[in-house]
């Protein structure tokens, strides 16, 4: 599959997502892998397995396998810390000062450049709905020298696949 066939199967009462999917695809913000890790992590992140499939296929062959496992590492790594961050931010009290004691080795060591990660990160992250890993992971990219105009445009490609995935689900069955 391509991504023109992903976009023929969204819905017209979705066109407008079809539009955001074809600009951002070929979007120039972002070098080569931070866009395709960027559209692969939020995939995965988007669980929906027509979108995941669609999107490796498109964006998948972009990226050395390193770094397309360290863009499903995000997304995954991700998938823990988003709930248990988003948890203690939301109780506070002693759970804010409580080692986390879950495995995360991944983050220093991604086996990529960090920023890419952390950019992955930050997508996965808006998906999820983390105030506190978007804060942080916002902060690690502007600090490791991308522009505002990049992190929207990974924002922008994390919601674009997660309404791709809401309009699948909501299609018709052919």
């Known amino acids: 599959m391509s991504i023109d066939a992903l976009k023929d199967r969204i819905p017209d009462f979705a066109k407008d997502l079809r539009l955001n999917l074809s600009s951002l695809a070929s979007d ?16 995965i992140a988007c669980r929906n397995a027509e979108l995941t499939r669609d999107i490796l296929d498109e964006f998948g062959g972009k990226l050395s396998p390193e770094a397309l496992n360290a863009a499903k590492a995000a997304a995954a790594i991700m998938g823990m810390n988003n709930i248990y961050y988003r948890f ?39 998906i999820n709905g983390c105030e506190m890993c ?4 916002e902060r690690a990219v502007r600090e490791g020298g991308l522009s505002s105009e990049q992190v929207q445009t990974a924002v922008r490609i994390a919601a674009t696949l997660h309404g ?11």
Do not use: C
């Open 28 to 43: 120039i913000t972002l070098d080569e892998q931070k866009l395709a890790g960027t559209f692969v992590a939020s995939a």
């Open 134 to 137: 978007v804060q942080s992971h």
């Open 164 to 174: 791709v995935a809401a309009a699948l689900e909501a299609a018709p069955a052919n």
């Open 88 to 126: 203690t931010h939301m109780v506070g009290g002693d759970y804010t000062q409580m080692p986390a004691k879950l495995r995360m080795s991944v983050i220093a060591r991604p086996g990529v450049d960090k920023v890419d990660f952390e950019l992955w990160s930050l997508a996965v992250s808006a």
